[in-house]
């Protein structure tokens, strides 16, 4: 079904776009389905996976791991990052706590349980990149990715855009 109506908006520039807005949700909520419901995961979300790479990988740089900046890294709100590192901090995966220099902040740290978690689901995570990715050649790879890199460029001029049209206070 999906494959016939994606055949369907191939026929203008116009269908395809509208085609590609609706599949990357598509794609978004087929994915999560999967990811959150597969025992390998070790009951951990999608939403909460990217959340801990995303701390891991902030952490490697010397970036900050507020809520603010893990959610402006994430593109949500910094409210949806302190349920999803709450929930981390309940199944012992993530540690919060203050900034060192903004007693209002608090900062996203991961625990030794996290550092367990990624060590135990890694084979499972290698397997779901190389089963999604198996059909594609290393070029085919190489074209997505710097395409994916272009819709961010679209996605930055689409908030830009929503800040100008902002009323002014």
Do not use: W
Not at 9 to 21: P, S, W
Not at 61 to 85: D, F, I, M, P, W
């Amino acid at each position: 079904m999906i494959s016939s109506l994606s055949r369907a908006y191939e026929r203008t520039e116009e269908m395809q776009k509208r085609g590609i807005f609706a599949n990357l949700f598509l794609l978004q909520n087929r994915l999560q389905a999967l990811f959150d419901h597969d025992p390998r995961n070790l009951g951990v979300t999608l939403k909460q996976f990217l959340l801990l790479v995303m701390v891991r990988q902030a952490a490697c740089r010397q970036e900050e791991t507020t809520y603010t900046h893990l959610g402006a890294l994430l593109g949500c709100s910094r409210q949806n990052v302190k349920t999803l590192a709450c929930q981390l901090a309940r199944k012992q995966l993530a540690v919060l706590r203050p900034h060192p220099c903004d007693g209002r902040a608090m900062c996203v740290a991961l625990s030794p349980a996290a550092e367990q978690y990624f060590a135990k689901s890694a084979a499972f995570h290698s397997e779901v990149l190389d089963t999604l990715f198996a059909c594609y050649t290393p070029e085919e790879l190489l074209s997505l990715y710097r395409l994916m890199a272009k819709l961010h460029t679209g996605i930055q001029a689409l908030s830009a855009q929503k800040k100008e049209a902002a009323p002014h206070a």
